[in-house]
């Protein structure tokens, strides 16, 4: 079974300080994505970053920054800066081929809280 | 942020009645995906759709329909609620095919008495 864990059910940190929050995946496949999402109190789900299996070079998106370990199946994401915006869930999420359909399709982990301190 | 509403954003009805939610997008993008979230599971796939009238299960369909009359609606039906299907529901769009990035709508909270 593919599954996604996130091993922080909650976390804190400090504005303006930096924090990381962890994700591991399993799977036997090569060609795959990963991607982190925010959920704010609003409840929309905002992409944070994506990643491609098939890049070495971590993704990017200004104070966002993820440490992908292919061989350790781990996708972390690095918050830079901390703002008070940044409060929310954090989810992990997988895709791959489905292997009957050849769909590409979402994998979640079960989410990180994250509150920022003033 | 991508064009997409859902509607209605809360509901609430009885076990046993018929619920439809809309998912409606403005993008033309060609995928359309349901989605539910519950604590400690994260989002899970309902169904999800690559075409007009062209619809797929996800890992958990049982108890829902979906239908695609138009590339801009995508519409999820219960046909009889039941509580277990209390839940905040997702649309998801992605544009040419199903490895590009989904989009979520806003969300829509259904509560079954």
């Known amino acids: 079974a593919q599954t996604v864990t996130q091993s922080q059910p909650e976390m804190s940190v400090q504005e303006a300080e930096t924090v990381t929050l962890s994700c591991t995946y399993d799977?036997?496949?090569?060609?795959?994505?990963l991607f982190w999402y925010k959920q704010p109190p609003s409840r929309q789900m905002i992409l944070v970053i994506r990643q491609e299996a098939y890049k070495q070079q971590n993704a990017t998106e200004n104070r966002f920054s993820v440490n992908f370990q292919k061989a350790a199946k781990s996708f972390s994401l690095k918050i830079s800066d901390s703002q008070l915006g940044d409060t929310a869930m954090y989810f992990c999420?997988?895709?791959?081929?489905?292997?009957?359909?050849?769909?590409?399709?979402?994998?979640f982990g079960t989410g990180t809280r994250l509150k920022v301190l003033a | 942020d991508a064009g997409i509403t859902q509607s209605p954003r809360h509901k609430v009805t009885e076990t046993g009645t018929p619920v439809t939610l809309r998912c409606h997008q403005t993008?033309?993008?060609?995928?359309m995906y349901w989605y539910r979230q519950d604590p400690g599971h994260g989002l899970r796939l309902i169904h999800y759709?690559?075409?007009?009238?062209?619809?797929d299960k996800g890992e958990v369909s049982d108890g829902y329909s979906v239908s695609r009359s138009k590339t801009e609606d995508f519409l999820l039906t219960l046909e009889s609620a039941t509580s277990s299907q209390t839940s905040v529901y997702f649309c998801a769009i992605s544009e040419r095919n199903s490895a590009d990035t989904q989009y979520f709508g806003p969300g829509t909270r259904l509560t079954v008495l």
């Open positions: 999420a997988f895709m791959k081929p489905s292997a009957t359909s050849g769909t590409y399709k979402y994998i």
């Open positions: 759709s690559y075409g007009v009238k062209d619809t």
């Open positions: 799977t036997s496949e090569s060609n795959y994505y």
């Open positions: 993008e033309n993008h060609r995928y």
